[in-house]
């Protein structure tokens, strides 16, 4: 998929939801990862004809984790004169050191989305862009199901009033491989994460049930997201 077509699917998504408003300055949440950097990329292109004119810029929490280098992520950004901070942290040491917890996924994303919202309101930013795609809701849905009994899921966008900042998911049109294969026909930076939970998380579970359950319902995530947006969920009606 080209970088047009591509950019269409999130401006569809952003204006489904009514994302993305005049005066808008949008930080991109950059892991360095294919979804940040394709959400990245695509609102990089959609912000030269977009009516509201948004402003973006990107920035990355460095978890500490080590072999992780950001100098790609920043000449990249650089070349399309978007503004880009790495700001230093000291998660992976409370996640992994000192609380040792069990499920390290669920309070590295606490900790990160936290230090994601103080460092865009210092820079005067209103929205936080999440690289959430398709997949993303459809598992999260479903982890929600069946790990606590909840019909839930997170919302296409949020706003958080303790930090001031509202989320947004401009991606959820898309899926998985759609975007691992825009970011390769795009040669995107992508730094490869070197978190050991990367691949044993319950996110990995869901996962892998999903492809089990595709070969006898091939249409199966279709059919959850859809039920998502017709119940729908909390935030999930379409404007």
Known sequence: MDLNRFTGFVRRCADDYGM????????VGV???????ALLAALAHLRRYHPSRFEIEAIT???GFEGMDFA???????????????????????VFDV??????CSLC????RGALNDAIKVRGCGKLALGHHFDDAVETFLMNLLFTGQIACFKPMTYMSR???TQIRPMLYLGEGTIAGFARGEGLPIVPTTCPEDKESKRAEIKAL???LQADYPDIKDKVFGAMQRLPLDGWGRE
């Open 72 to 94: 790609p992520v920043a000449e990249w950004c650089a070349a399309r004169e978007i503004p880009y901070t790495i700001i230093k942290s000291d998660i992976r040491e409370i």
């Open 61 to 63: 929490i460095d978890l």
């Open 210 to 212: 999903i492809k089990r």
């Open 109 to 112: 994303a606490k900790l990160r």
């Open 163 to 165: 930090a001031d900042v």
């Open 99 to 104: 609380r040792r917890e069990d499920n390290p």
């Open 31 to 37: 892991s360095g990862g294919k979804d940040s950097m």
């Open 20 to 27: 993305l408003m005049p005066g808008d300055r949008v930080a």
